[in-house]
């Protein structure tokens, strides 16, 4: 019997893990909190996705051609999907329709095929799109809803979707009328204008436990990161590193002046926090690779979160923590080599 | 203003001190140059980088006064290496030195061999063993292929050929570039 | 004698830690198997080896043609010892060790030596190899054994002259020559022998059949190594989920009355059966990077090596057949063979049952680590322990190769605690101090971040391609000091020519001077003399 066999080399198996597979489960962890989203602010968050998702699979498209790499391959990673969808959540929810183009030109044309396309990434591309919005158009991007309860329903479908191509609200209404600070704006605000955290408490931009709306987002972050964490999609040192060194820093701070600092907990359920520990921290490309080495970098994250929020200008600092630990993440990763089997302790 | 200046130059003479404390403390002695450089050539000792040798040519190029892309047996490779040791910009081979080639020894052909010792002269690294009208031979283990023993002989008996491969010597090769398959 | 800088302080101090470590080591390493320890990364992999392994033993029949590679231990070829047309009976020495890396063969069967060819042996390379080619006489008679009588009377170094001239290699897979290994290791102390029993690849189970049916052969061997290399004691490992083996081995222990044999189950974890792993798993102790389990004081063997050495010893009959696993999704009928050595792997398969349409890989060895074969005219040979045929459901590709996306799940998984996401750019790159100072030649190719890895990149196809990238590079090296060192050698003479050639002509210049002189003296001292005889007249 002399029948030819294929030869392709070890180890012969069928392969269970795919990149495509681990961004689809991303996307499905993100599922629970974009619906507290659309629930407290309406359905904004969703066109803001849909328009993420386009032009950043547009523009991907775009840049493998020019590069000549195989367009269906890269597309079918999902992961210019899921850049687009973190950087939709942290825009508010009625942002005129050219944040989304600009900020997916920086992310997946600048950030990321600027440097190397998948993989080759030195700062997490959402983060990139999101912070060049953020400082070149500071009034939109400030133009947060409050949640719905406070002063009635949220826009809704027709609503959301005019405001957002015509870059104003509908009906002549101005941006003030429908817009309104977060709890954080507040608390950004209060540090200047010499109003304790405390009085905020009473006011409609208070829920429960943070703000209005916002608390219940982040438990819908939270809940996605854990089913991610049980499926083994992320590692836990990361996600635990972040909030405990916000929680740790955030609670020292306020035990030292309670009149002036939130307590821990309004910071974790306030502004990008959790989002940003399960799944933008998490980020693979941009970030460490070591166990130890991914402690640091939540640490990093979460510590300088806190820090941009007390004592920096912006009101949530998540976005520059991130993009400046992805600076030192080749370091961290240099210094966090685990040691060789057999090799000696250096 | 004053303060401002003071104390700005105060910070600038401490992080002064600091730094050059630390280039002492944290001091690395590595090789001379030239020693790094001639540890990356290939040792052929051939002459057509048109220096009598590696380690003139080495020298060169420690002083700069020689470009890193004169040495043929080093190949790419070298060439490569080479510019990462000095951090300058890899070159592309000159082809005025010669083109590389598969690595090679030489081999006389005993039957022509007249025995007149003109290539044991020439041999860089004493490669060919024999005695005046005795019969010569390459030592193939210590040949470099470098090519100085062919113009002197007489009778043209000498020839490159490709250096086999050992039988315990096979090498795997490189897989196919990603996004091919 | 008091150091006298702080330098000598440091180095004596160090001295002194690395003595300590030593000693902490050798005490740990004595206490083998009494507790379990874990190891980095690793894998849990579906096992695949019911299919295989429920059917008792089989002994293949004889085929057509035995071809019988000459080169079968990690080396190089035995010297053939007979010709074409020439008799040979069962067990009859054909090939014979030749130069340092070769070794025995022997006839697996009689019959006549029909051809000796260049032929394909399983080579990685798919380089074919000096075979011996033998048409069996279906007579099978041995040719005269000769047991060593009393063998616990006898010197080890006999012993080990059995093993090395019974070609008894490593048949684990490494196909290492024993009694170099056992040799090499007696000379420099070893207290404990460990027979590897557990099995971690998939589909592969030859040990755990053989454990279970011949348990007396491999006890008896284990007591024969650890007299050859001088053992205190012997640990046989074998996995946790192996129940009757367990029972098997105990009771054959029982039964030889031997003492210092224990029977210790491991966890079933991939790759725990690593030589390196399972003596983690065992001591905790890590064997030194380039070094060898025998620096700890262990030596490591296969239990069917145990059970061809007691054969060697005992009976007095060389190795000439092992037992094949021949499984898979694209085999009929999976069991596991007695096969003689040379047999085409064609028709171990044919008694297996043949292939089913859908069979599409012919692998020798297991699922990771096993390497393909082109079609199966190769024949088996001593390394052979599992021919695994795959269908196409087992290699479905869902996604073509992607850029590394640094998730970092192959090096949490790797048991050698390497960072292969790091190597991986390092080889592609050509950035080779680097790689090599990542440690890529600690990694066992045991295939772990290839499974684990999102993007499909074939890591372990990279790492070998890297690992023969620095050999070569180390080879150049070598040649280029080499050549260094003569041409400054030569340099040297030159120079060394040339002044004492100078050297000689300033002597002869200053002899012919010193002559000069003395001659111009005797002549003024003449004319003197003249002068004054002139004088006088």
New interface residues.
Partial sequence: ???????????????S??????MRQVLYALVPGIAAHAWFFGPGVLFQILLAAVFAIGLEALALMVRRK?VR??L??Y?AVVTAVLFALCVPPLAPWWIALVGMVFAILIAKHLY?????NLFNPAMVGYVVVLVSFPQVMTAWLPASGITGQAPGWVDSALTIIAGQPPGGVGWDAISSATLLDAIRNSASTGVSIESLRGTAVFGSAAGRGWEWVALGYALGGAWLLARRVI?WQVPAAVIGSALALGALAWLADPGHNPSPIIDLLSGALVLGAFFIATD??S?C???KG?LFFGAGVGILTIVIRRWGGYPDGLAFAVLLMNMAAPLIDRFT????????RQ | MLTAILSISLIGLLFGLGLGWAARRFRVDSDPVVDQV?AI?????CGQCNFP??RPYAEAIASGEAPINQCPPGGE?GI?ALADLLGVEPLPLNPDNGEEAAPAVALIDEQACIGCTLCIQAC????IVGAPKLMHTVIAA?C?GCDLCLPPCPVDCIDLVPRGRD?????????AA???? | MAPASRRGTKMMLRRLHQRRLQERRQRQALEAGRRLFPF?GGLRLRHHKTISCEHPLERTPLPQRLYVPLLQQS???AEPVVGEGQQVLKGETIGRFRQW?SGYVHAPTSGVVSAIIEHPIS???G?EGRCVVIRPDGLDSWIEPDPAENWPERSPEELLRRIRESGIVGLGGAMFPTAFKVSDARDKGIHTLILNGSECEPYISCDEVLMREQPDSIVLGARILQRAVGAERTIIAIEDQMGAVHHALRDAVERSGADAIDVIKVITLYPEGAE?QLI?VLTGL??????RPADLGLLCQNVATATAVARAVVEGKPLVERIVTVTGNGIRKPRNVLAAIGTPI?DV??QAGG?LPG?????L?G???????????NPVTKAANCI?V?NE?????????????????C??AC?????P?QLNRFIRA?RWSETAET?LA?CIEC?CC?????????L???F??G???L??RA??RA??????R??E??EERLDRQKKERKQRITEKKKALRDRQVSRDRIAEAVARSRKRRENDA
């Fill in positions: 019997m002399n029948r030819p066999f294929d030869t392709g080399m070890a180890p012969h198996y069928s392969p893990v795919t990149v495509g597979g681990v195989p391959l890269f079918g990673d992961s190397g396309g998948l993989g080759g590692s693979p490309v970030g690779t070591s166990p991914r080599r685990p040691r060789i089997f057999g090799h000696e | 001639d050539l290939p040792q052929t000792q040798g590696c490779d490569r860089p690294v004493d490669a210590e470099t039988e315990d010597s096979w090498s795997w090769p490189r897989p990603a996004g091919r398959r | 980095h080396g190089r070829e890396g080579h990685p390379s380089m390196k983690q890590e064997v030194p990077s380039g070094g064609a398969v044919e292939y069979a599409a890989r012919l692998v060895g699922p990771m680590m096993g390497f393909p074969l082109a079609n199966d005219r695994l795959l459901e087992d290699l479905v590709e869902p996604q073509a190769e992607l850029p590394c996306i640094r998730c970092g799940e090096a949490a048991p050698a605690r390497l960072l996401q050509g440690g600690d295939g290839d499974i684990v890895c999102p993007s499909q990149i074939p372990v196809e990279w070998r391609f690992k023969s990238q050999r070569e080879e150049e040649r280029a000091d080499l050549a260094r003569r041409f050698a030569r």
